[in-house]
Each structure stands twice: as C-alpha cells, then as structure tokens.
C-alpha cells in the first residue's frame, strides 16, 4: 500500500474520521476503517500507521475496537508473518453489523432499564402515574422498533434495497398524509 492518499482518499479518511466523532467513535478508530474500507488489500498495522501518521499503539488499539464491532477482521497473507486487517467491503451488511452492535451496546440496556423502572414505578407509590405512562410510551415504542428491526434484519439485501427505494410509495399506499397536514 502507498503511504501518501490521493487527494479524494485524504478527504474521505479525514471526513469519516470527523463523523465517527460525531457518532460517537474516536476519530482515529473511524479514520483507520476508512482507510481499510477504501484499501483494495488488506493492510498490516505499520502500514496503517505510516499512512495515517498515528502511534502504532494507537492504531493496534483502534483495530481490537474495530474487530470487537465486527467490521474487520484479520487476515493472514501468504509469506508475510505480520497480521493485516482488512474491513468489510458490503455497505449493506457492514451496516446491519453497526446497527446490531449500537442495539446490543445502547438500546438493550435501555429497554432493560425502562423494564425495571416500569416495575418498581409500579410498586413505588411516589411513582407519579404521568412518569409511569411516558416509561411504558418509550419502553413501547423501543420494543416495537428492535422487534421490526430484528424482521427486517433478517430480509435479503436485494429485498432491503427495494424496500428502501420505495421511499414515498409506501405512505402513499398506506394512504399517510404529510406529517405537516397533521395526520399520523
């Protein structure tokens, strides 16, 4: 791999860095599955490090988070005894995988937590009822959006693309007017 990036490769590695920041990811852990992403080869940790001009510390680091998402994964290359990484390549699964992985680190606990209140509200007679219905409405909505996502999770690609795609056709068949006319 070149250890200098085009000038169109620099701005996606710089840009997706400042959206994982923006997502919550550190910059550098962004920066790097930008880099593998784009690399047609799977690249060894010093490589990264020199195109990246990072620690390699931190880059050993930002891997075993990368790898803990499940967004890339080792690779052994023929001849060389040193690891190289590479990232997912299918935008459609490397998104089910982030999505799976941001459900299981911050919704789950959150539906567990509202479960839990829910329960002691019901038994906490200082619980106001109002407290208790707005912890059943969120509990509720997240139960039943994981509950469509966990369907549609399992849709092949070419279904979840059509299904995408439809955009503005499926309210119309449904018959949903503008939210800014008022109907829901």
């Known amino acids: 791999m070149k250890e200098t990036l085009s000038p169109v490769e620099q701005r996606f590695v710089l840009h997706w860095g400042e959206m994982g920041t923006r997502w919550g990811i550190n910059r550098t852990v ?90 002691e509200a019901e038994k906490d007679k200082e619980t106001d009822k109002y407290t208790e219905q707005k912890l059943r409405d969120l509990h509720d909505f997240f139960e039943l959006t994981t509950n469509w996502y966990g369907q549609i999770r399992q849709w092949p690609t070419a279904a979840l693309t059509k299904f995408v795609k439809l955009g503005d056709k499926v309210r119309k068949l449904l018959a949903i007017g503008d939210a800014g006319d008022g109907r829901r």
Not at 44 to 64: P, Y
Not at 68 to 81: A, P, Q, S
Not at 85 to 98: I, L
């Open 30 to 119: 962004a920066q790097i599955h930008a880099l593998l992403y784009i690399s047609p080869q799977p690249l060894n940790a010093e490589e990264i490090a020199a195109t990246l001009s990072v620690a390699r510390s931190n880059v050993s680091t930002s891997l075993k988070e990368l790898q803990g998402w499940g967004i890339v994964k080792l690779i052994h290359v023929m001849g060389d005894k040193r690891d190289h990484f590479e990232s997912m390549k299918d935008v459609w699964e490397m998104f089910r995988v982030v999505l799976d992985e941001r459900k299981k680190r911050e919704i789950d606990p959150t539906l567990t937590l509202l479960r839990d209140c829910i329960l």
